[in-house]
């Protein structure tokens, strides 16, 4: 035989034994894979499909739970009916019907160890023997938990936080979720059941500040739904450090509701707080109220050094303060600031209205040249009665004599009062005093007031001439019946602030 017809010869022989194994595996039924947890239950299907042409003489299941190591667990006969020779998995399989077209078997209390592949497989006369294989997924829903681990604060490295998933399968995977500065390692421990336990630390360097931060543990595995979650706080202990609050820089004498209070912070929770003084004991207006100072009376007996001491379990913490005591100081109401401010602005009106009406009425008698507030002028207790005078019409010149004065008996400030010396000037005309009071006169009144004043120093010059090198004065005599004040008939106001009578007679 030739190479040629050999390779024929094998060529056909391996399509025969493909076109077999293609017939086999199309005539027996069963699932790729399946899944189940422990102490559950599962059943295993299988199936001879177009049996017409086979003949089927019995059907047996094997177990494999590594490769190459099988063993018979069910097997059924048309004739001598069902057998379970495996011991370990007596009591725990059955078929579900019973028959060689449709031999199903259930297998309850699953174990861990029951997971590999079962092979379902007939004996046919005349093929042989058709397979089909089921691969058993055993699941194991890990028990997930997570703690913080206490610790106390150090500068070392240590584990803040535990998240473990334990006895599951297949093996599940932990991660964090933290803004704390740290890292984290995983360990995967095999249990004998075939599942397996991981577990994750979280470390970092605590510090009180790290107390109550938050992590979160994650956990993912094939059996849950969705990610497990476990948020946590840390748990970092430390001893108290203290502060004193309350102190608001106005500890003034005889003041009742001065406080200085006690803060803490600590882990775990202060457990005794004290108040003392350096000097010694507390004073009698202090009273202590858990971890409130509460001074009754501010005096100088608590310008002293308070002392404030907090414990817990770790440890102790103090703090000083030294409270200043200032005088007193009355704080006026916000009505007593209106009242004060209302009777401040009424009080400036008053006197910003008086000083108006005295610069008026002093500006009004420097016009006038009479000094308005009955002062006595620089003359003390006298009256300047006569005076340098403008030479008369006449010609007779000037008087060259000083002044002759009166003294006046009556109070000072007024002056005497002298008969009206001139008849024919009657009381309807403005007399000299009324004019140097009131600075309203009008043009005529004025034509009035020169006329009688030219009339005045006429005769005056006539009496002169008369009585000329006399003795020194000569004083009209008064007519009781025509009295009127002296300035109001005969005295005369001059520029430089000097009043001179009309009537008197110059020597």
Sequence with gaps: MSDFTMINCCLVLGACLLSSQVVWSQHVRVEHEVTAYPNGSVNLRCEFTNSENTKLTQVSWMFERTEGDRQNIA???????????????????????????????RIKKLRMADAGRYICEYATYPSGNEQGTTTLIMLAKPRNSATPVPVQASSSEVVVARCEAAQGKPEATISWITSLAGHYNHTSVPESDGTVTVKSEYRIVPTPAENGKEITCVVDQRTQSASQNFPMRLVVEYPPTVTIEGYDDNWYMGRKDAVLIC???????????????????????????????????????????????????????????????????????????VAGAILGSLLALVLVSALVTVLVM??????????????????????????????????????????????????????????????????????????????????????????????????????????????????????????????????????????????????
């Design 75 to 105: 097997v059924f006969h048309p004739k001598y009916g069902a057998s379970f020779p495996n011991k370990e998995f007596e009591g725990r399989v059955n078929f579900t019907l019973g028959s060689l077209e449709n031999p199903s078997i």
């Design 263 to 337: 803060q803490a912070d600590a882990n775990p929770a202060p457990t005794d707080v004290t108040w003392t003084a350096v000097s010694g004991q507390l004073p009698s207006t202090v009273r202590v109220d858990q971890n409130r100072l509460l001074v009754t009376n501010v005096d100088e007996t608590v310008n002293i050094t308070f002392v404030c001491e907090v414990k817990n379990s770790l440890g102790s913490g103090r703090k000083e303060h030294t409270p200043t005591v200032i005088e007193s100081t009355e704080v006026p109401s916000s009505a007593g600031v």
């Design 362 to 507: 002093h500006s009004r008698s420097q016009q006038h040249g009479y000094s308005g507030n009955s002062e006595q002028g620089v003359y003390g207790n006298k009256t300047r009665l006569f005076g340098g005078k403008k030479g008369s019409k006449n010609g007779a010149g000037a008087n060259n004599n000083g002044p002759i004065y009166t003294y006046r008996e009556s109070e000072p400030g007024t002056l005497m009062e002298k008969c009206n010396e001139f008849p024919h000037l009657t009381a309807s005309k403005p007399t000299a005093h009324n004019i140097l009071l009131s600075g309203e006169l009008n043009e005529a009144e004025l034509r009035k007031f020169d006329t009688l004043n030219d009339s005045i120093e006429e005769e005056e010059d006539e009496r002169y001439d008369r009585f000329g090198g006399l003795p020194p004065s000569y004083q009209i005599h008064r007519h009781e019946d025509d009295c009127a004040p002296y300035l109001d008939d005969d005295m005369e106001s001059q520029r430089d602030g000097s009043i001179i009578s009309r009537t008197a007679i110059y020597v």
